[in-house]
């Protein structure tokens, strides 16, 4: 598995989601292929400064998926349904 740079462990980590880190499983995937087949069938929306709409926009549902690329190089390019 590839190295994030930071633990995901860190207190200033989990600080700075204090409102939510209990709420969140966060999960890390070795490359695209394996993150979109373990969160198939579920309604997936990718975190980018590029995005088409704001996050407050959408109706979030239970089992919903915030998906982060790495901050150099973002997502791979891919259509979304949901």
Not at 37 to 47: E, K, T, V
Not at 69 to 78: A, C, D, I, M, V
Request: with cysteine.
């Amino acid at each position: 598995m590839r190295l994030l740079g930071f633990s995901l462990r860190d207190k200033q980590l989990q600080r700075a989601g204090l409102d939510y880190h209990r709420l969140a499983q966060v999960r890390q995937h070795e490359d695209w292929r394996a993150c979109s087949a373990s969160l198939a069938g579920r309604r997936l929306y990718a975190i980018t400064t590029r995005g088409e709409c704001r996050y407050d926009e959408p109706s979030y549902r239970e089992n919903d998926v915030f998906v982060f690329g790495r901050e150099t190089r973002g997502l791979p390019s891919f259509r979304g349904s949901g």
